[in-house]
C-alpha cells in the first residue's frame, strides 16, 4: 500500500482561515483503504428505511466497502444481519431484496440456514469427519433500528447508533413526525464516479444552491439558511416558499421549511416543505473514486399521487443529475495539473445561508480518523 501525506491533528480548527483536504484524499488508493478499515468498518451505516424490512421473512442486501450484507426479519420478528457469504465456500446466499424462504439456501452446494443465521442442513455432512454444525453458522453484523431507519455496523464491539449521533433521533422525528410510517415510493442508483468525501462536501453547503439548484433556491430561501453543527450529524434548515420550479406547498402547510440532516460518515436526510415525505441519500463507497449512491423517496402512501409523481420525476430528471454533475466534474478537476492540491473553504463570519462551515466542521472529523 503506498503511502499518504498524513493530515496534522490541528487541521481545520480554525473555521475562518479553512483549507480543504489535499486532493490525495480524494483520489488515493492508499486513503480510501485507511478509510475503508478505520472509519466504514467501524461506523454505524444507514442502509434502508425501516419499511422494507417491516414483516416477517422481508430482507434486503447491500453492498459496502466490498463487504455484501444481508438484513433479515426472521419469522420472530427480530431483526439480523449477517455477511452474505455461505461458510462453506463463499458463495453469495441472496441477491437484491422481497421475501426470504423460511430457511436461505445457498445457490451453490445448497446449504441451508435458519434466518437467525444457524446452519439448517449442509448436505453429507454426516459422512464428513469432524464436522461442526455449530462454526459453519452465518458470520453476524450489528444491526439497529434507529428514527425509522435500518443501521448496520460491521465491528462487534460497536455501541449504539444513538452513542455515534447523539440527539438526532429527537431531531429527525421532530422534522418529520409521520417518518416510521413512510413507504419507498422511488430509488435511484448510480455508480457515481466520485470519492465519498466529494459527495458529502458537495452536501454541506448551500454556497452552490442558486448556481446550480435554480428550483431548489426558489422554494428555500437561502437568506433565511442556517447549518448548525452537532458533532457527528448537522442540520441544514430553511424556510421555504411554494415554487412552480420546485415544491408545490400546500396553503395549509404552516411555516414550511426545509431540513437537511447529514449523519456521519455519509448519509443525508432530508424533509421538504410539507414534512409528510422524506428523500434520503445513501452513500456505499466501492472505490478510491466511486461511490454506490442510492436516491430514495419516501411518502405516506403506497400508490403516488399524479403530483407527487411529477415531484419524483423532478428529483430523477432535474435536482439530482444537477449534484451528479457538480461532483463528478469535482472529482475530475481534483486530479488535474491545474489544481492546486487545496481549496479555499468559504467560511464567512456570519456563517450565513452560503458560508461553507459546514465542510470544515465534516473535514475536522475526517482529519481526527486520520490523526488517531
Not at 12 to 32: G, I, K, L, Q, R
Request: glycine residues 6%; hydrophobic residues 35%; charged residues 25%.
Amino acid at each position: 500500500m503506498n503511502a499518504f501525506t498524513k493530515l496534522n491533528p490541528e487541521f481545520c480548527t480554525d473555521p475562518d482561515n479553512a483549507w480543504t483536504m489535499p486532493a490525495e484524499y480524494y483520489t488515493s488508493d492508499a486513503v480510501y483503504q485507511y478509510e475503508k478499515e478505520k472509519i466504514f468498518a467501524n461506523s454505524w451505516i444507514c442502509v434502508a428505511h425501516r419499511s422494507e424490512l417491516a414483516e416477517a421473512n422481508d430482507y434486503i442486501t447491500r453492498k459496502v466497502i466490498g463487504e455484501n450484507i444481508i438484513v433479515v426479519r426472521g419469522r420472530d420478528e427480530v431483526l439480523r444481519a449477517f455477511y452474505n457469504v455461505c461458510p462453506h465456500r463463499g458463495h453469495e446466499l441472496l441477491e437484491g431484496s422481497g421475501k426470504a424462504k423460511n430457511v436461505i439456501t445457498c445457490p451453490y452446494h445448497a446449504w441451508t440456514f435458519k434466518l437467525d443465521g444457524d446452519l439448517a442442513h449442509a448436505r453429507n455432512c454426516d459422512n464428513v469427519a469432524n464436522f461442526d454444525k455449530e462454526k459453519s453458522s452465518l458470520v453476524p453484523v450489528k444491526v439497529e433500528e434507529y428514527a425509522g431507519f435500518v443501521f448496520i455496523n460491521m465491528n462487534p464491539e460497536a455501541g449504539s447508533v444513538e452513542e455515534q449521533l447523539p440527539g438526532l433521533e429527537a431531531k429527525l422525528r421532530a422534522a418529520c413526525p409521520v417518518i416510521d410510517d413512510l413507504h419507498l415510493g422511488a430509488r435511484f442508483v448510480t455508480d457515481t464516479p466520485a470519492n465519498w468525501k466529494t459527495i458529502v462536501d458537495n452536501y454541506m453547503e448551500c454556497y452552490h444552491c442558486g448556481p446550480a439548484h435554480p428550483g431548489f433556491a426558489d422554494s428555500v430561501q437561502v437568506d433565511k439558511y442556517t447549518h448548525a453543527l452537532n458533532g457527528n450529524w448537522t442540520l441544514q434548515f430553511g424556510l421555504a416558499k411554494s415554487s412552480e420550479k420546485s415544491f408545490k406547498i400546500d396553503e395549509s402547510v404552516k411555516d414550511p421549511s426545509f431540513s437537511g440532516f447529514w449523519a456521519w460518515p455519509c448519509t443525508m436526510f432530508n424533509v421538504p416543505p410539507g414534512a409528510n415525505f422524506m428523500t434520503v441519500i445513501y452513500e456505499f463507497p466501492v472505490d478510491a473514486e466511486t461511490t454506490l449512491q442510492h436516491y430514495e423517496i419516501y411518502f405516506l402512501n403506497k400508490e403516488l399521487t399524479e403530483e407527487q409523481k411529477a415531484l419524483v420525476e423532478w428529483y430523477r430528471t432535474v435536482f439530482r443529475p444537477e449534484d451528479l454533475r457538480l461532483v463528478e466534474s469535482v472529482q475530475r478537476g481534483l486530479k488535474s495539473r491545474g489544481y492546486r492540491g487545496q481549496g479555499r473553504i468559504m467560511v464567512d463570519q456570519q456563517r450565513s445561508g452560503i458560508s461553507e462551515h459546514g465542510i470544515v466542521h465534516f473535514h475536522q472529523l475526517v482529519a481526527k480518523q486520520h490523526a488517531e
